[in-house]
């Protein structure tokens, strides 16, 4: 029997307070916008910034993927801040998490803009990265499971993946908010390098973005301050069934929907990764490098980026109605066989030209879109509320490790291995595909429960 501790507050009112739609909408999504505008940021500054002014100069690829490293050190930590954030939520409730949770990334982040480099103080320089990255992974780690509670547990009866899709919508908001801002900094400050950022840039343009977070961060905390607790949370507070130690909660008895979230979110990290990080490195890799890419300018395929990030946004929201209609597990079980096939069909994509690579980032991102929204709904459906902040934070933030702090690695392994072609890469992502359509079909439809038990 779970272990569970009284009451904290008084039952609350029969007439209390409650979260207005728009601002459910608002408080979800602005987090998450956040959050992978900071993701974005570092992103898109570990392939054009952090191997020039972060690690000892030597061998390119070495210096990429020493970023790349530091760039998936936030992975291990986010774990750790599911766990913590989690137990924070699960016993005192969203809406204060939830602020703990953004300021902590807004700070590391704004630090970043910050550091000295290499060159100033040596091997301190990226020391002070990697620990301000593990904070950003720290506090992602209960950012997103908080969003998610905030959209789903306010929504209105069967329209649960319709709302869980609002805080997934802010990945494709937050990658055009940080690439356009990069885009403005690089054409106020060109260089005569295509493989190279201008000298001004490195030296403080790249800091902008970084120090600019600080004004998201502040919007933020405004509208999540005026949130009420949720009447799921609220309910579990006057029944005293807010458990001692959620973490020990949901791993005694719910560990089956803890593997099982885990590798539903697997073929989702791995393609969204994929596409937006390494995605960069190989489009902007010389035609005649010794590791062979696509060779489009920055600002060029920046563009095919964002216009490819325009049909994940609206196919995320389409996800939702779709997901609410013919249930969670139906929908991804359609969209996961459809990111197998797609990984199969990168090479014929991307010989084809612009036109060829314009469809794979379009097609690539609609996939994600589709397999992304549903995600906000079906992760919190899965455990009940006294330990939903826990559980659908540490399944996926565990699967960030699994499927997007080595995705990085190992694609530009495999790009290596095809001397330049993307063959073995697509089949990794339809391996990692297999596994998340085989945890579907094990797994069971969410859409009915009842997601205030």
Avoid: C
Avoid at 54 to 67: D, I
Avoid at 435 to 452: F, P, Y
Wanted: aromatic residues 14%.
């Amino acid at each position: 029997m779970s272990r569970t501790i009284p009451a904290l507050d008084p039952a609350p009112a029969a007439d209390a307070p409650v979260n207005p739609r728009s601002r459910v909408i608002l408080a979800s999504l602005v987090g998450t916008t956040i959050e992978f505008y900071d993701f974005y940021v570092y992103a898109t500054a570990a392939v054009l910034v952090f191997p020039h002014l972060f690690f000892p100069a030597g061998n390119e690829t070495t210096a990429l993927l020493a970023s790349f490293a530091v760039f998936g050190a936030a992975m291990v930590a986010r774990p750790l801040g599911a766990v913590f954030f989690g137990h924070l939520g699960d016993k005192r409730g969203r809406k204060t998490t939830l602020v703990a949770a953004l300021l902590t990334m807004g700070i590391a982040t704004f630090a970043i803009g910050l550091l000295p480099t290499y060159a100033v103080i040596g091997w301190v320089a990226p020391l002070l990265l990697v620990l301000m990255r593990l904070a950003q992974g720290f506090a992602i780690g209960g950012e997103w499971s908080g969003a998610a509670l905030v959209a789903t547990e306010n929504a209105p009866s069967g329209k649960r993946a319709w709302y869980g899709t609002f805080p997934q919508l802010g990945a494709p908001i937050g990658f055009i908010i940080a690439n356009g801002l990069f885009l403005v900094i690089t054409f106020l400050m060109p260089s005569g390098d295509p493989t190279r950022p201008s000298e001004t840039f490195l030296s403080w343009g790249w800091r902008i973005p970084f120090l600019f977070s600080i004004v998201m961060v502040a919007v933020g905390l405004w509208v999540r301050l005026r949130l009420v607790e949720s009447p799921a949370f609220s309910k579990t507070v006057e029944k005293g069934q807010v458990q001692k130690m959620p973490l020990a909660a949901v791993v005694r008895d719910h560990w089956r929907e803890l593997v099982l979230g885990t590798f539903f979110m697997l073929a989702t990290y791995v393609l969204f990764y994929l596409m937006t990080t390494f995605s960069l490195s190989y489009g902007r890799a010389a035609t005649d490098a010794e590791v062979p890419g696509l060779g489009y300018d920055y600002t060029t395929f920046v563009l095919l980026m964002i216009l490819g990030v325009v049909f994940f946004g609206v196919f995320t929201l389409v996800s939702g109605p779709l997901a609410d209609r013919y249930g969670r597990r139906r929908t991804l079980i359609v969209v996961t066989a459809a990111i197998m096939a797609f990984g199969l069909v990168w090479v014929p994509l991307l010989d084809a030209g612009t036109i060829g690579v314009v469809a794979w980032l379009i097609l690539g991102f609609t996939l994600m879109g589709f397999t992304f929204g549903p995600m906000g709904a079906l992760l919190p459906e899965l455990f009940p509320t006294s330990v939903r902040y826990t559980g659908s934070g540490v399944s996926y933030n565990v699967s960030s490790i699994l499927g997007a702090a080595v995705a990085p690695f190992i694609a530009v392994w495999l790009w290596g291995l095809g001397d330049g072609s993307p063959f073995w890469v697509g089949v990794y992502l339809t391996v990692m595909g297999g596994l998340t359509l085989t945890a579907l079909l094990v797994g069971r439809e969410t859409k009915d429960v009842d997601i205030e038990a």
